[in-house]
């Protein structure tokens, strides 16, 4: 019986947060190019908002690094990094024509941490040991960034806030009218993250793999790149958990969606290979 009612409870909450969001602002960020992303959103949360909250904690994170004379110290690296990038923003009106405006940044960091990301509106960080310790050839970091930056074009952080606005608001409202202590109330969210959340967390890779071999492709980087990057992800990792608990997909299941796409892309590289060598 106790079991029943959280489903039950779990469901309300659900289809609750589903319903509010489906009554919000229904958005098609990116057109769906060769890899056919073409998934609806759904957003509580405006892009100025979104774009503004990154705006700020990159600004926080320069000051920061420049601070601990980590950010570019690394002149070589830098002008590497700066130089991929620029080729990969040059395609990204493929997938939205604005983002050819947006106000682009592109740093570097001094950290043995294996990262990279993509704000809101373009602020990229590659952190200098995800180079270094994996020792990434240009294709190969060409495929992280791009995978980064389609994030952003996708504007997933916007659609999560959304999400987690959405959820938090439905599960006050049934946690308040079923009368649930707080513990309760947590292991209801912690539920509904496997249910809800992490589901949407692992699209967004998804999307971003694909989106981000073709932004590579066009750029003139050899997308079949991306299979050698994450098999050095996957051997650098340590223990990971199961795939329903995780963020991100397998690493099986990224493998075959990236060995599945790279075909549609691969014309896109010769064409983009031919241009750069006439």
Known sequence: MA???????????????TVGLTACRHVQTTNSGNVDVNRK???????????????????QTLQQATGS????????????????AQRLIAQVGVFRSDASKWPWEVNVQQSNELNAYCMAGGKIMVYSG????????DDELAAVMGHEMAHA???????????AYGTSLALSIVGKAA????????????????AYILPYSR??????????????????????????????????GGSKPPELLSTHPSDKTRMTTLENAIPKVLPLYEAARKTRKG
């Open 3 to 17: 079991r029943q009612r959280w489903g039950k409870l779990a469901l309300i909450v659900l289809t609750a947060a």
């Open 41 to 59: 959103q759904y957003m509580l949360v405006s892009a100025q908002e979104t774009d503004q909250m990154a705006a700020t904690a990159y600004q």
């Open 69 to 84: 004379h980590t950010l570019n110290t690394d002149k070589r690296m830098t002008e590497r990094v700066r130089g991929i």
């Open 130 to 137: 995800l180079i270094t310790q994996l020792k990434l050839t």
């Open 153 to 163: 074009l996708r504007e997933h952080s916007r659609e999560r806030l959304s999400q």
């Open 179 to 194: 009368k649930l202590d707080t513990g309760s109330q947590d292991l209801l969210g912690k539920a509904l993250d496997v």
């Open 203 to 236: 699209k967004h890779e998804t999307e971003a793999d694909l989106m981000g071999i073709e932004l590579s492709a066009r750029a003139g980087f050899d997308p079949r790149a991306a299979i050698s990057l994450w098999k050095k992800m996957g051997s650098a």
